[in-house]
């Protein structure tokens, strides 16, 4: 197993850039999750996901959009990027009350 | 809403000494988690607890679980270097799981 995969790992934008986060799982998990990690704040929930076709926002959402058409996949995209999107992404699959993290993406935004 | 506050949020400490981290939250959660991160690095997971009383020990680190104070402690035995790194708290407070709630962290720094 892959586990929990993510691209790129990093990746710099300029404002107003559009780009698409990837998150890929291969244990079927249905529970996935975004999370943006910023000094001093911990990770805060983005978006999250219960299933194929099940979105939900978390506590950060504005400025992100997901969707999730396969029990593998949950993208994470950004239509119009701003300096304060600047962070690093984790994406997480859930079973139960174990989660798996993955490497995570960093992104810089000009 | 739920919150979690960890403290301190920076620990220096001596190798060999005890300390204590402690992680507070806010309303009734089912699930409270215990992260290791390195720098640069993914979250790994250190600690599930489920129950009240729940106790739970790997090497030099034990947690606990007090439901009814709302309060985890990770407690360190003997610090040794290897264990410096941030350490998170999270509790999942809804009914579906993997929607954490993360406290601010708390950067240890363990000096020979």
């Known amino acids: 197993n892959a586990g929990v995969t993510q691209t790129p790992k990093f990746q710099v934008l300029k404002t107003g850039q559009s780009m698409t986060l990837q998150c890929a799982q291969d244990m079927n998990h249905e529970y996935m999750s975004w999370y943006r990690q910023d000094p001093g704040m911990g990770l805060r929930l983005i978006h999250y996901s219960v299933g194929a076709g099940i979105t939900d926002q978390g506590e950060v959402p504005n400025g992100y959009n997901v969707s999730r058409s396969t029990t593998e996949d949950f993208p994470l995209r950004l239509l119009s990027a701003a300096p304060s999107q600047t962070s690093v992404y984790f994406c997480a699959s859930t079973e139960l009350e174990t989660q798996y993290f993955g490497p995570g993406t960093r992104l810089l935004v000009l | 809403e739920l919150k979690v506050e960890q403290n301190p949020l920076f620990l220096s400490m001596q190798e060999g000494k005890n300390y204590t981290i402690y992680c507070n939250y806010s309303?009734?959660?089912?699930?409270l988690y215990w992260y290791r991160q390195d720098p640069g690095k993914s979250l790994e997971s250190l600690f599930v607890?489920?129950?009240?009383?729940a106790v739970k020990q790997e090497g030099r680190l034990m947690a606990s679980l007090d439901t009814k104070a709302r309060l985890s402690t990770l407690h360190i035995t003997a610090a040794v270097h290897d264990l410096s790194a941030t350490y998170f708290c999270?509790?999942?407070?809804?009914?579906?799981?993997?929607?954490?709630?993360f406290g601010q962290g708390t950067i240890l720094t363990v000096h020979p």
């Open positions: 999270a509790v999942d407070g809804g009914t579906s799981y993997g929607k954490l709630t």
């Open positions: 309303t009734t959660s089912d699930r």
């Open positions: 607890l489920l129950s009240n009383g």
